[in-house]
């Protein structure tokens, strides 16, 4: 008993001290420096920016409804000097459809991660700090949320819905991604608030909304970045995915889903490369970009990972 | 570890897209592959002056367009081999949705039912190449003109699946089903009606049908019509006799659910059903006692797929026969394991208005003249924005044509050639809306309703092979002399869904897009008719209902009198447009090398289903 104390004292003498040498790094540093050490992760992140600024560029160069218009005089064109990636079987132009597409695909990955991110911590918060019949209530309602066929619920919904656009797509996605989100932050909060500063927080007599949002959310901030961080390449594989089936949004609103979909007749992919596969390629680029990033930011958030 | 695998992902994307490319430019650089019958080279050296032609010759008129293409493609397939015993044939049904499966002939809705039926069961009375009815068929018939009768005789020994044999009071009985209150397929109508007793039996006032006679051994029928026309010898009366015994004790109401017709149905044809998994595939087995002799072929497999993987599941042999679509033809012209046989179908697309409402109680057509599409002006003006023919050349190639009235090339004979139908004129339709007060108010393109509310047309059409790019296609002709039309429910309607939705009169939907097979009798009284639950449009008129008569009437006897009405008909269609005929087709089958005796007409007008033979166990790949 007497050892230990002992221990915690000198423990704490020596976190003291440290502080008294070295300020500690921030969250943002570490990250970049994290980036910078690992070459991978640089690349991708400036091929990143280097694509979310072509596409946001040029799209607003390109006229959505002209773009969506279909001329059959040009079907199935291969790629040319007026056409550089070729038509589509509606004589559509390929690559103002790729900006296009990508700018939905896009923003609807982003719509989707920030309105998840803002609920789950929301909802996350809440249950996780005040804990007790609370958090009950509101992770038994979550477990039945997260019971349900969250694919097919998300199918039905978008087959019932009489128009449907980005918004509305990005309003179901997120109507069913908030969940996993919650119960994430939930149970990291439920960890932060046993600790010492929040109960002396208490004490003083902060409000508990301050408390919540000023003290606790910094602290589990690095983990939501992380979270959210990997979670924008699933979002944007999910809306692509549901696109590519059918269920996505409709055809004249191009997104990589819409154009990946060119391949599912089996005479584009044979013979026609020039419609799926700059898109496939954007695809997988982006995933991979997104992805080192992410494992970049993770490190960065876990001691015990950090490479610097 | 990671790293290297995320590397080696990219490098073989990168890899197969190369390989995509260079795949692709040998299929354009080599002119014609090798192709393994001279008679399929035929075809294509044919089709490819016939091109030409019509590049020389862009005035050909639609009808004859339709004529010269189908002369290009063979009735029958070409086959010398010698056959095996038995086989089983690999029938691929094409459609993007799975089949309703109401297999009955009184209560099948749609064209895929149809397909299935034709495998099980025919019409007892045979048809000749014109669609007039001839001898020989399961029953006999002569008629009357005087005493407007027609009398049936069953042949001997003509059995049900089941053993029983089947007499024509198995034909009494499907009269008595359609026609009964409870009734609500679409079979009911104005050619039933002109049977005597059957207004009393449908209001339930008798329990028989007094216009049928039967005799005592039930094989011969005397029908008692009240107008006695030529119609009625061309498909003008029901022929699809359904089982007695199989349907005994079931409701009307109940039928077209009950599992006898959706899983166990019987039929008298070449083929018995063994097991049909709902919506996706029926599997048939030779019919021994088939009346007309046994069938050569072991047994027939009916398989629902998509119409995009059709070419590639012919080449690898998945299916014996399928319809191809005129769409994706053009990539695959030379195949080497199937080959193509065509003909011109009774079908034609139309755009349809609603215009009113049916009347379930009193079984009639209310035609509404104030509702939203009432405007002749403004159907018109529809039916000259959009460019069929553009859609035709491309989209189909050339295996589609403008339709210029509701009565196809099958049935020249009636056509009127002098029509020229609703051509593209994107300038008569302003002209036409602007007259009718359909003008543009706050300058944002698109034309407000006469009395300046906003104007929208909520469209209904089907989903299938490219149809969202025909929709955007005709949405933007629209937009372009200012109509602003949107899709029903904001998307392409499923093809069940959609005809759920047109047959109750939605009121959500002002016009749909849909297409018809017109049976053998082109009379318009079934699809066009004041009393039939067909005509869709809900549209009603003095004019039609006087033509309509005087077709189904005797006067009609007099073929010049009959011609006159029909050409009447078709200009007073065009006048009032009710609808918009858009396209005829020909249709295009796959018939794989091992399949022998197979025609186009196989289950149309003849029924040779029994003679088809196999020359290989398996397709050919």
């Known amino acids: 008993m007497e050892k230990k104390k002992e221990a915690a004292i000198l423990d704490t003498k020596v976190q003291a001290e440290k502080n008294a040498y070295t300020q500690p790094p921030s969250f943002a540093r570490l990250v970049w420096k994290e980036i910078l050490h690992d070459k991978f992760a640089l690349v991708s992140f400036l091929l990143f920016l280097a694509i979310m600024f072509t596409v946001f560029i040029g799209s607003n160069y390109a006229d959505a409804s002209e773009v969506v218009k279909v001329n059959l005089k040009l079907m199935n064109q291969p790629p040319s000097k007026e056409f550089p990636l070729g038509t589509d079987a509606s004589g559509r132009d390929m690559l103002t459809q790729l900006f296009l597409g990508a700018r939905n695909s896009i923003l609807i990955a982003f719509g989707v991660t920030i309105l998840c991110g803002i609920i789950g911590i929301f909802v996350g918060l809440v249950s996780g700090f005040y804990g007790g019949r609370i958090d009950n209530i509101i992770m038994r309602i979550l477990d039945f949320l997260a019971m349900l066929p969250t694919l097919m619920f998300i199918i039905v919904i978008v087959s019932l819905i009489p128009k449907y656009n980005v918004f509305t797509f990005i309003m179901v996605m997120t109507a069913f991604g908030w969940i996993g989100k919650a119960r994430l932050i939930r149970a990291k909060t439920l960890q932060q608030s046993s600790l010492d500063y929040v109960q002396a927080s208490k004490t003083l007599g902060t409000r508990n909304i301050v408390i919540m949002f000023r003290e606790v959310l910094p602290n589990i901030a690095s983990l939501i970045i992380v979270n959210l961080t990997l979670n924008l390449a699933a979002n944007m594989g999910l809306e692509t995915g549901l696109t590519f089936l059918g269920f996505g949004l409709p055809f004249n609103t191009p997104s990589l889903g819409t154009l990946i979909r060119y391949a599912s007749i089996p005479e584009n992919m044979q013979k026609r490369y020039w419609q799926w596969l700059p898109a496939s390629l954007l695809i997988v680029v982006m995933m991979l970009c997104i992805n080192f990033v992410g494992q970049a930011v993770k490190r960065a958030a876990d001691a015990k990972q950090r490479v610097v | ?621």
């Open chain 2, 1 to 621: 570890m990671k790293k290297v695998f995320t590397m080696f992902l990219l490098v073989v994307l990168i890899a197969s897209a190369f390989y995509g490319c260079s795949k692709s430019k040998d299929n354009t650089n080599t002119p014609t592959s090798p192709s393994s019958t001279s008679d399929e080279k035929d075809v294509k050296n044919e089709k490819e002056d016939s091109k030409e032609e019509s590049q020389a010759e862009p005035t050909a008129a639609p009808h004859e367009q339709a004529v010269e293409q189908a002369a290009l493609f063979p009735e029958e397939v070409v086959n010398n081999n010698p056959s095996i015993e038995g086989g089983t044939l690999k029938v691929a049904l094409v459609a993007s949705s799975a089949f309703a499966g109401v297999l009955n002939p009184c209560f099948y809705e749609d064209n895929y039912d149809a397909q299935i039926l034709d495998w099980f069961t025919e019409p007892i009375i045979s048809y000749d190449e014109n669609f007039v009815a001839d001898q020989d068929g399961a029953a006999t018939y002569e008629y009357d003109v005087d005493a407007k009768t027609i009398t049936l005789h069953m042949r001997e020994g003509v059995k049900w699946h089941d053993g029983e044999p089947v007499t024509l009071d198995d034909l009494v009985f499907a009269y008595e089903v359609i026609c009964h209150k409870d009734y609500q397929g679409l079979r009911f109508g104005e050619s039933e009606l002109n049977v005597v007793g059957v207004e009393e039996y449908h209001a339930g006032k008798a329990d028989k049908i007094s216009g049928l006679e039967l005799s005592e051994d039930e094989m011969t029928l005397t029908i008692h019509f009240k107008e006695f026309y030529p119609s009625i010898l061309v498909g003008g009366f029901w022929t699809n006799a359904i089982p007695r015994h199989y349907y005994e004790g079931i409701p009307v109401k109940e039928m077209a659910a009950h599992e006898k017709t959706r899983t166990k149905p019987i039929g008298f044809g070449a083929f018995k059903v063994k097991n049909i998994v709902p919506g996706e595939s029926v599997e048939f087995e030779r019919f021994d006692d088939y009346w007309r002799g046994k069938p050569k072929l072991d047994g027939v497999v009916v398989t629902v797929v998509n119409p995009d993987l059709v070419p590639a599941a012919m080449q690898e042999g998945r299916f014996d026969v399928a319809e191809f679509s005129t769409q994706q033809y053009p990539n695959y012209m030379n195949p080497t394991n199937y080959q193509y046989i065509g003909y011109v179908q009774t079908v034609f697309s139309y755009t349809g208005f609603k215009l009113g409402k049916w009347d379930f109680d009193k079984s009639e057509n209310i035609y509404n003249p104030k509702s939203k599409m009432a405007n002749l002006n403004l159907r018109k003006a529809i039916g000259y924005a959009v460019d069929n023919d553009t859609l035709a050349k491309n989209i189909y190639n050339g295996l589609r044509f403008l339709a210029t009235t509701v009565i196809t090339p099958r049935h020249g004979t009636y056509q009127h050639k002098g029509l020229e139908g609703y051509t593209y004129n994107p300038e008569l339709a302003k002209q036409l809306l602007d007259e009718a007060g359909f003008i543009d108010i706050d300058g944002d393109g698109y034309r407000e309703d006469p009395n300046g509310k906003p104007f929208t047309i909520t469209w209904a059409t089907m989903d299938g092979e490219n149809a969202d790019i025909i929709a955007q296609f005709k949405i933007q002709c629209w937009a372009d002399v200012g109509l602003r039309v949107e899709l029903y429910n904001g998307r392409l309607t499923e093809f069940n869904a959609f005809y759920e939705a047109v047959e109750n009169d939605d009121p959500a939907i002002d016009m749909y897009d849909a297409a018809w097979q017109t049976g053998y009798d082109p009379n318009p009284a079934s699809l066009w008719g004041h009393f039939s639950p067909a005509n869709y449009t809900r549209y009603t008129s003095d004019t039609f209902d006087a033509i309509i008569n005087d077709i189904s009437s005797d006067k009609a006897w007099d073929s010049e009198f009959l011609n006159q009405r029909y050409h009447d008909w078709q200009e007073a269609f065009f006048e009032e447009a009710p609808a918009i005929p858009t396209l005829w087709r020909i249709g295009i089958i796959a018939v794989n090398n091992r399949v022998k005796n197979y025609n186009t007409t196989a289950s149309d007008i003849e029924q040779s289903n029994h003679l088809i033979e196999l020359t290989a166990p398996e397709p050919i790949q």
